[in-house]
């Protein structure tokens, strides 16, 4: 009999060892979701950290990229948080003026599939370091409003057009075309021009957040985002210099546009991630333009 009490005695879990063993569980499982929460808090900063530093430097390439084909007469307009210039879409060789109309050679492989409409023109070396049309090639910008097959009238003595008498030079190389629209320059033959798209960047706002927008055209029409969000109105910052390596003060005056040589762009992304809004990344890169 005491035999049969004893073994029902010791059978299940007294009140202690359950107690005890919650205690363990509870302990067991904060550690478990500390751990967990920490993991999930660490992943969200990398992911965070991650989103800003990709939208600086995605942002960064494109305008540093563009940048750094761009002439220093093609500088139109330069503030400390917008820019403007003629970027080059196509160079070429003038061929020279006949009639009234200028005519160019073109690289067949580059082509001269350029979009002509409000946003494009034509800038050219007109010799002594001039480039143009004109004195000043901002205010008096050309427009393109065609590109032709090359008239071989065209093809005046000791010009690079003479003896161009197609599209194309015999090897495929080139292609000819004339160039008409508003105040096309006067490019002596042999100097250098390039068709260009008139290309702005600045900072606006969208909702609540700032972005870079790019903008073709000296219209005001309304731009979609183009990289960010930036960390606030200033988050795409501008800084000018010489040749001699001195500061230009932005806005940069018209007269001093042409003496910009160097162009430093600093771009400040903002996270969007949710609680890791104030995470911020700062990337930035400098670029030479070309020479007159």
């Given amino acids: 009999?005491?035999?049969?009490?004893?073994?029902?005695?010791?059978?299940?879990?007294?009140?202690?060892?359950?107690?005890?063993?919650?205690?363990?569980?509870?302990?067991?499982?904060?550690?478990?979701?500390?751990?967990?929460?920490?993991?999930?808090?660490?992943?969200?900063?990398?992911?965070?950290?991650?989103?800003?530093?990709?939208?600086?430097?995605?942002?960064?390439?494109?305008?540093?990229?563009?940048?750094?084909?761009v002439q220093r007469a093609g500088l139109v307009n330069a503030t400390s948080t917008s820019i403007t210039f003629l970027l080059p879409r196509v160079w070429g060789v003038s061929c020279g003026v006949n009639g009234g109309v200028l005519a160019a050679l073109f690289p067949a492989a580059g082509g001269v599939a350029f979009d002509i409409n409000s946003a494009s023109g034509v800038l050219g070396d007109l010799g002594g370091g001039a480039w143009g049309p004109g004195a000043n090639p901002v205010t008096n910008r050309a427009t393109v409003t065609a590109l032709a097959a090359i008239n071989p009238a065209l093809g005046v003595a000791g010009s690079p057009c003479n003896g161009i008498r197609t599209t194309a030079d015999p090897n495929g190389y080139l292609v000819g075309r004339t160039i008409a629209g508003t105040n096309i320059p006067n490019v002596p033959a042999g100097n250098t021009l390039y068709l260009y798209q008139y290309v702005s960047y600045d900072v606006a706002q969208n909702g609540t957040e700032w972005w870079i927008r790019r903008n073709l055209g000296t219209g005001t029409t309304t731009q979609?985002?183009?990289?960010?969000?930036?960390?606030?109105?200033?988050?795409?910052?501008?800084?000018?210099?010489?040749?001699?390596?001195?500061?230009?003060?932005?806005?940069?005056?018209?007269?001093?546009?042409?003496?910009?040589?160097?162009?430093?762009?600093t771009v400040t992304t903002a996270s969007r991630a949710k609680g890791r809004a104030n995470l911020t990344n700062t990337q930035s890169t400098s670029v030479m333009l070309r020479n007159q």
Wanted: aromatic share 6%; net charge neutral; hydrophobic share 50%.
């Fill in 1 to 69: 009999m005491s035999s049969s009490k004893a073994v029902r005695g010791r059978a299940g879990f007294t009140l202690i060892e359950v107690l005890v063993s919650l205690v363990l569980v509870v302990l067991l499982g904060g550690v478990i979701f500390q751990v967990v929460q920490g993991e999930s808090r660490f992943a969200t900063v990398q992911a965070a950290r991650e989103e800003v530093q990709q939208n600086s430097r995605g942002a960064l390439e494109v305008l540093a990229s563009e940048l750094r084909s």
């Fill in 224 to 265: 979609q985002p183009l990289a960010g969000p930036l960390n606030g109105a200033n988050g795409l910052a501008f800084t000018y210099w010489d040749n001699s390596g001195n500061a230009i003060a932005a806005p940069v005056a018209a007269a001093s546009l042409p003496n910009v040589a160097r162009i430093n762009i």
